[in-house]
């Protein structure tokens, strides 16, 4: 499953407006360790279906969004919830670090 691709004009009603919390994969084509990532939150995205919302922001494409959050590394993975952060993760992670923030987001 492609993660749905988000920018800076879809922000708003994608991410700071969203009704259920918001994962968002900060990366880039040229990116490898970003390229090694996507798999794994594209397999974790169907199991939390309705509960969370997992989108990818190219950084490149998306400056004002990567400005905002300030990305300053790729990947960077963060956790929004009620349009505000409620944590990161900066670099590839193991899967379960991944399933670890996005529980405790929906807690």
Known sequence: MALPE??????????????IPV??????TWCGPCKALKPILEGLAPGYAGRAKVVYVDADKAR??????NVTQLPTVVFVKG????????????KPDYIKQIDALLA
Request: glycine share 14%; net charge neutral.
């Open 83 to 94: 349009g505000v952060e409620k944590g990161r993760l900066i670099g590839l992670r193991g």
């Open 6 to 19: 988000i920018n800076d004009t879809t922000f708003d009603a994608e991410v700071a407006k969203s009704a």
């Open 64 to 69: 004002q969004t990567a400005v905002k959050f």
């Open 23 to 28: 994962v968002m994969d900060f990366g880039a």
